[in-house]
C-alpha cells in the first residue's frame, strides 16, 4: 500500500522543472536543422550524412520512449528523469567537440538515449501529482511547450549559429541542464507505483531493428541509386526487410498483450487517444519535413544568414507562443476538438502558402504570410491535442500512455524526416541537372558536358548544401574570368533546381497535415467525468 502523498513543493514548481528539461530535449529536435549549411561545409559533410546527423537523434529517442516510460515506472521518473538529463547534457558538449560528421553522428545517438530517459517522465509526473480538475492546464502548459521548442529552434539556433557557430546550438544546452538537474533534485517528488512492470526487451530489439532498416533505407537510397547497399542486398530489400520486422514487432506485442508488452493494446480502446497518436506522429512528419528543406532554401538559396533566417521563422514561432496558452485554457472549456481542427487547417494551410510563394529570387519576407498564417494554427494545436489524449486516461497508464504518445510524435518525426529527406534527393537528381542544362548554353563549349555531369552525379549523395555553394566543385586550374562565368551559372542552376524540388517535394508533408485535420472530426466529445482510479494511482513518498 502506498504511502500517502507529502506535497514539499507546489505542482507548478515541478511542472516548470518538467518543462524546462523538456523544451530542452524538444529543441534539439529542430535547432539543428537551422545549422545544416553551416556544419555541411565546417564538417565536410555531404547532404545524407546531414540526414543522418538530423535522425540518428530522433530515431534513437523514437525507439527507447516507450521502453524509458516502462523504466519510470519501475524505478521512479524522478530518477530516470535525472538520469536522462546528465547523459543529455553530457553528450550535447561532447556534440559541440566534434569534429567529423562521424562523431557528431554518435554524440546525437548519446543524446537521444538521453532524451528517451527523461521525456516518458514529464507526462506521467504530471498526471499524478495534478487532480484531475487541474491536469487540462497542466498539459495545456505542456503541450505548448513541446509547441514553442519545436518553432523556437530556427530562431534561436539562427543567432547561435551566426554569431557564436554551429557548435553552440549544443553547448548552450550544458548549462540549462545542469540548472534543471539541480531543480529535478530538489522539487521533483518520489513517486512509487503500486504495481511493478517487467520490461519487454525482445520488441525494444524489434521496434529499433526495424526502424534503423526503414531509415537507413530512405536517406542511402538514393546516394546507392535505389540499387546495391551491402553486396548483393539491395536498398528496396532492406526497407521490405524493415517493413517485415516492424510487422513482426506488432504480432509479438500482441501476443504477450496478456503480459506486458512494449504496446499496451488496451489503451488504443479509447479512441480519442489512439486518434492523438496518428495526429502528433502526422504533425511531427509534416513540422521536420517542412523546415528540413526550408531551411536549406533560406540560406543556401536566398542566401540569408542562419540569424536572417531564424528571423524570417521568428513571426511563427511568437505568434504560436501567444496563441498557446488561450488554446490550452478553451480546451479544457471547450473540449478541445474543433480547436485542434482549426489549428490543423490553418497550420496545413499556412505552409501550403509558404510553398507556393517560395522562388527562387524570393527575399527574407516573401513568406512572412503563410508564416503568420501556420504560426496562428500551431499556437492552437498542441495543447488540445494533449488534452485529448490524455483526458481519460488512467494515472496507472500514464506512463505507458506518456511513452506511446511521445513515441507517435518521434517516430512520425524521423519518418517524416527520412521520407522528405529522400524525396527531395530524388527530385534534386531530376531537377538540378535539368537546371544546369538550362544554364549550360551560356557557357564555353568544352565546360558544358563536365558542368552538366558534375550536377548529375552531386544530386546523387555528393552534394553539399552550405551556404553560398554551388552545389558542385568548380574544376582546378580554370581561367579567372571562365571561372566567374561558370560559378555565376553554377549559382543559378544550384537555386532554380532545388527551389523546384523543394516545392514538389513538400506536397508529401502538406498532405499527411492535410490528413490529421480531417482526423480530428472523428474525436469523441466528453462523454463522461473525469474522474479517475484513485486507488491506483502512483503516490509521492517524500522529494
Same mark, same amino acid.
Given at each position: 500500500?502506498?504511502?500517502?502523498?507529502?506535497?514539499?513543493?507546489s505542482?507548478?514548481?515541478v511542472?516548470?522543472?518538467?518543462?524546462?528539461?523538456?523544451?530542452?530535449?524538444?529543441?534539439?529536435?529542430?535547432?539543428v536543422?537551422?545549422?545544416?549549411?553551416?556544419?555541411?561545409t565546417?564538417?565536410?559533410?555531404?547532404?545524407?550524412?546531414?540526414?543522418?546527423?538530423?535522425?540518428?537523434? #530522433?530515431?534513437?529517442?523514437?525507439?527507447?520512449?516507450?521502453?524509458?516510460?516502462?523504466?519510470?515506472?519501475?524505478?521512479?521518473?524522478?530518477?530516470?528523469?535525472?538520469?536522462?538529463?546528465?547523459?543529455?547534457?553530457?553528450?550535447?558538449?561532447?556534440?559541440?567537440?566534434?569534429?567529423?560528421?562521424?562523431?557528431?553522428v554518435?554524440?546525437r545517438?548519446?543524446?537521444g538515449v538521453?532524451?528517451?530517459?527523461?521525456?516518458?517522465?514529464?507526462?506521467?509526473?504530471?498526471?499524478?501529482?495534478?487532480?484531475?480538475e487541474?491536469?487540462?492546464?497542466?498539459?495545456g502548459?505542456?503541450? +505548448?511547450?513541446? !509547441?514553442?521548442a519545436?518553432?523556437?529552434g530556427?530562431?534561436l539556433g539562427?543567432?547561435?549559429?551566426?554569431?557564436?557557430?554551429? =557548435?553552440?546550438?549544443?553547448?548552450?544546452?550544458?548549462?540549462?541542464g545542469?540548472?534543471?538537474v539541480?531543480?529535478?533534485?530538489?522539487?521533483?517528488?518520489?513517486?512509487?507505483l503500486?504495481?511493478? $512492470?517487467?520490461?519487454?526487451?525482445?520488441?525494444?530489439?524489434l521496434?529499433?531493428?526495424g526502424? @534503423?532498416?526503414?531509415?537507413?533505407?530512405?536517406?542511402?537510397?538514393e546516394?546507392?541509386?535505389?540499387?546495391d547497399?551491402?553486396?548483393?542486398?539491395?536498398i528496396? =530489400?532492406?526497407i521490405?526487410?524493415?517493413?517485415?520486422?516492424?510487422?513482426?514487432?506488432?504480432? $509479438?506485442?500482441?501476443?504477450?498483450?496478456?503480459? *506486458?508488452?512494449?504496446?499496451?493494446?488496451?489503451?488504443?480502446?479509447?479512441?480519442?487517444?489512439?486518434?492523438m497518436?496518428?495526429?502528433?506522429?502526422a504533425i511531427?512528419?509534416?513540422?521536420?519535413?517542412?523546415?528540413?528543406? %526550408?531551411?536549406?532554401?533560406?540560406?543556401?538559396v536566398?542566401?540569408?544568414?542562419?540569424?536572417?533566417?531564424?528571423v524570417? #521563422?521568428?513571426?511563427?514561432?511568437?505568434?504560436?507562443?501567444?496563441?498557446?496558452?488561450?488554446?490550452?485554457?478553451?480546451?479544457?472549456?471547450?473540449?478541445?476538438?474543433?480547436?485542434?481542427?482549426? !489549428? &490543423?487547417?490553418?497550420?496545413s494551410?499556412?505552409?501550403?502558402?509558404?510553398v507556393w510563394?517560395?522562388?527562387?529570387?524570393a527575399?527574407?519576407?516573401? &513568406? %512572412?504570410?503563410? %508564416?503568420?498564417?501556420? !504560426?496562428? !494554427?500551431?499556437?492552437?494545436?498542441?495543447?488540445?491535442?494533449?488534452?485529448?489524449?490524455?483526458?481519460?486516461i488512467?494515472?496507472?497508464m500514464?506512463?505507458a500512455?506518456?511513452?506511446?504518445?511521445n513515441?507517435?510524435?518521434?517516430?512520425?518525426?524521423v519518418?517524416?524526416?527520412?521520407?522528405?529527406?529522400?524525396?527531395?534527393?530524388?527530385?534534386? +537528381?531530376?531537377?538540378?541537372?535539368?537546371?544546369?542544362?538550362d544554364e549550360?548554353?551560356? %557557357?564555353? =563549349?568544352?565546360?558544358?558536358?563536365? @558542368?552538366?555531369?558534375?550536377?548529375? =552525379?552531386?544530386?546523387?549523395?555528393?552534394l553539399h548544401?552550405?551556404?553560398g555553394?554551388?552545389?558542385?566543385?568548380l574544376?582546378?586550374?580554370l581561367? *579567372?574570368?571562365?571561372?566567374q #562565368?561558370?560559378?555565376?551559372a553554377?549559382?543559378?542552376?544550384?537555386?532554380?533546381?532545388?527551389?523546384h524540388?523543394?516545392? &514538389?517535394?513538400?506536397?508529401?508533408?502538406? +498532405?499527411? &497535415?492535410?490528413a490529421?485535420?480531417?482526423?480530428?472530426?472523428?474525436?469523441?466529445?466528453?462523454?463522461?467525468?473525469?474522474?479517475?482510479e484513485?486507488?491506483?494511482?502512483?503516490?509521492?513518498?517524500?522529494?
Amino acid at each position: 500500500m502506498s504511502t500517502p502523498a507529502r506535497k514539499e513543493h507546489s505542482p507548478w514548481l515541478v511542472l516548470a522543472t518538467l518543462c524546462l528539461g523538456f523544451f530542452m530535449i524538444l529543441l534539439d529536435t529542430t535547432i539543428v536543422n537551422i545549422a545544416i549549411p553551416d556544419m555541411s561545409t565546417d564538417l565536410d559533410a555531404s547532404l545524407d550524412q546531414i540526414l543522418w546527423i538530423v535522425n540518428s537523434y #530522433v530515431l534513437v529517442y523514437a525507439v527507447l520512449l516507450i521502453t524509458a516510460g516502462r523504466l519510470g515506472d519501475l524505478y521512479g521518473p524522478k530518477q530516470l528523469f535525472i538520469i536522462g538529463l546528465v547523459v543529455f547534457t553530457l553528450a550535447s558538449a561532447a556534440c559541440g567537440f566534434a569534429t567529423s560528421p562521424g562523431q557528431l553522428v554518435v554524440a546525437r545517438v548519446v543524446q537521444g538515449v538521453g532524451g528517451a530517459l527523461l521525456t516518458p517522465q514529464t507526462l506521467s509526473v504530471i498526471t499524478v501529482i495534478f487532480p484531475p480538475e487541474k491536469r487540462g492546464a497542466a498539459f495545456g502548459i505542456w503541450g +505548448a511547450v513541446a !509547441g514553442v521548442a519545436t518553432v523556437t529552434g530556427p530562431t534561436l539556433g539562427g543567432y547561435l549559429v551566426t554569431d557564436w557557430g554551429w =557548435e553552440w546550438i549544443f553547448f548552450v544546452n550544458v548549462p540549462v541542464g545542469v540548472v534543471t538537474v539541480a531543480l529535478a533534485a530538489v522539487v521533483m517528488p518520489k513517486l512509487k507505483l503500486n504495481r511493478r $512492470h517487467r520490461l519487454d526487451w525482445v520488441g525494444t530489439l524489434l521496434a529499433t531493428v526495424g526502424l @534503423f532498416l526503414i531509415t537507413y533505407g530512405l536517406i542511402e537510397g538514393e546516394s546507392h541509386h535505389w540499387g546495391d547497399v551491402w553486396g548483393p542486398i539491395t536498398i528496396p =530489400e532492406l526497407i521490405g526487410a524493415g517493413v517485415l520486422v516492424m510487422v513482426i514487432f506488432f504480432l $509479438h506485442q500482441y501476443a504477450t498483450r496478456a503480459k *506486458e508488452p512494449l504496446v499496451p493494446f488496451s489503451i488504443f480502446s479509447d479512441r480519442n487517444f489512439s486518434l492523438m497518436n496518428w495526429v502528433v506522429g502526422a504533425i511531427a512528419f509534416g513540422m521536420l519535413g517542412l523546415f528540413l528543406p %526550408l531551411v536549406i532554401y533560406l540560406q543556401s538559396v536566398i542566401g540569408l544568414s542562419a540569424l536572417q533566417a531564424g528571423v524570417a #521563422v521568428a513571426p511563427m514561432s511568437l505568434l504560436s507562443m501567444v496563441i498557446a496558452p488561450f488554446a490550452g485554457r478553451a480546451a479544457d472549456r471547450m473540449g478541445g476538438k474543433w480547436i485542434l481542427f482549426t !489549428g &490543423l487547417t490553418l497550420w496545413s494551410g499556412g505552409m501550403a502558402l509558404v510553398v507556393w510563394l517560395a522562388r527562387a529570387d524570393a527575399g527574407q519576407w516573401t &513568406l %512572412l504570410p503563410g %508564416l503568420l498564417v501556420a !504560426g496562428t !494554427g500551431l499556437g492552437m494545436t498542441f495543447a488540445p491535442l494533449q488534452t485529448i489524449a490524455m483526458r481519460d486516461i488512467a494515472p496507472r497508464m500514464a506512463g505507458a500512455a506518456s511513452g506511446l504518445i511521445n513515441t507517435s510524435r518521434q517516430l512520425g518525426g524521423v519518418i517524416g524526416s527520412a521520407a522528405v529527406g529522400a524525396l527531395l534527393q530524388a527530385r534534386l +537528381a531530376t531537377e538540378l541537372p535539368r537546371a544546369a542544362q538550362d544554364e549550360a548554353g551560356a %557557357l564555353p =563549349e568544352q565546360y558544358r558536358g563536365q @558542368f552538366v555531369s558534375g550536377f548529375s =552525379e552531386a544530386s546523387t549523395g555528393s552534394l553539399h548544401v552550405g551556404a553560398g555553394q554551388t552545389g558542385v566543385p568548380l574544376p582546378p586550374g580554370l581561367p *579567372e574570368q571562365v571561372r566567374q #562565368v561558370i560559378a555565376g551559372a553554377a549559382e543559378r542552376a544550384f537555386r532554380e533546381g532545388f527551389t523546384h524540388a523543394m516545392r &514538389l517535394t513538400l506536397i508529401l508533408p502538406l +498532405a499527411v &497535415l492535410a490528413a490529421a485535420a480531417l482526423s480530428c472530426l472523428f474525436i469523441r466529445g466528453r462523454t463522461r467525468t473525469p474522474e479517475r482510479e484513485r486507488d491506483t494511482a502512483p503516490a509521492a513518498v517524500g522529494s
